[in-house]
Each structure stands twice: as C-alpha cells, then as structure tokens.
C-alpha cells in the first residue's frame, strides 16, 4: 500500500518488472520485490525478463467551486484523475469536498507556500470575476501544460483583456 501511495503523491512512473522466480514495483528509488515459488506444468512458457511502465494518474486543480462541482469531480475521478479544489467560500465548501483534496484558501493564495504541485490541467471556475481574475494572475509563473477557464466567451476576452501579454500566454 505504501508503494501505491508513493506513486500517487510523487507523479512518477511505477515500473513493474518480472521473470520467472519473481517481480518487483519501483517508483524512483522505492523498490519492493516478491518471489514467485511455483511449479512449472507441462506445456508452460516462461517468458524470461518483462516490463510494464505505468504512468501516475493525472492531476486536475479546480480554482474555485459551484453547482457543476460534484459532476466535474465525479466525471474527472471516472477518466482516472485525482482532483485538488480550492474554495473558501462556506458556500461551496461541501461541494468541493468532493475532491480527493479541499484546498481551504483563495485561488490567489493557494500558491503562496511555494512550488505548486504539477498539474495535468487547471480549470478556474470560481463563478466570479475577480477570483477569476486572482487564479488567472495567481497562474501566471505556473508551468502547467493546460488551463481552462469555464464561462461565456464575453467574460473571458474581458478577464484577458485585463491581463499583461505575458499572463495571457
């Protein structure tokens, strides 16, 4: 359980390699390893060396919550991915606890303590213009590889429009 719990928080790959006296799981340095004491029947080929790469779920970061959160959450969690909310608004705080993890801060405070996380995805939805306009300044010095922004086409030229070139890349 370890192992699994090892590969879920630290976004690496877990390796998982066999031969015909045993196999092993490793993530970056973790390694564990079982020996298989089984008796060859007649007619068995034992393939002697395999490898299975399996990559870490992906990770999704909701800024904000609203009435679609449970579905969102519930929609993501079925495509495999482990999804982090942040909300603050007592409001919505059921609702994102839907998450495997609540976030209790603002959107522009959630990276304040360093280093986020990498996240596969971003969606910002806070159903207001200003934390909107926070999470998308807040995201700015982030490396995340796609960011999404719920709400009509109108508001989000207007959101941009309020951003540097620099943030709106």
């Not at 998308?136 to 429009?161: F, Q």
């Amino acid at each position: 359980a370890a192992l699994l719990s090892t590969w879920q928080d630290d976004d690496k790959p877990l390796f998982v390699r066999g031969d015909a006296s045993s196999f092993s799981a490793e993530i970056g340095h973790t390694e564990k390893r079982w020996d298989i004491d089984w008796q060859r029947g007649e007619g068995v080929e034992v393939i002697s060396r395999w490898q299975v790469m399996i990559a870490p779920s992906p990770r999704v970061l909701v800024l904000g919550a609203g009435p679609e959160t449970r579905s969102l959450v519930r929609s993501l969690r079925d495509l495999g991915a482990r999804i982090d909310v942040v909300e603050s608004r007592s409001r919505w705080i059921d609702v994102a606890r839907e998450a495997d993890h609540l976030i209790e801060t603002t959107p522009a405070s959630a990276f304040d303590s360093g280093a986020p996380p990498m996240y596969s995805s971003v969606l910002v939805m806070n159903h207001d213009f200003e934390r909107d306009r926070e999470s998308l300044i807040a995201l700015r010095e982030t490396k995340h590889p796609w960011i999404g922004l719920l709400g009509p086409p109108r508001r989000r030229d207007d959101l941009l429009a309020l951003l540097s070139p620099a943030a709106r890349e």
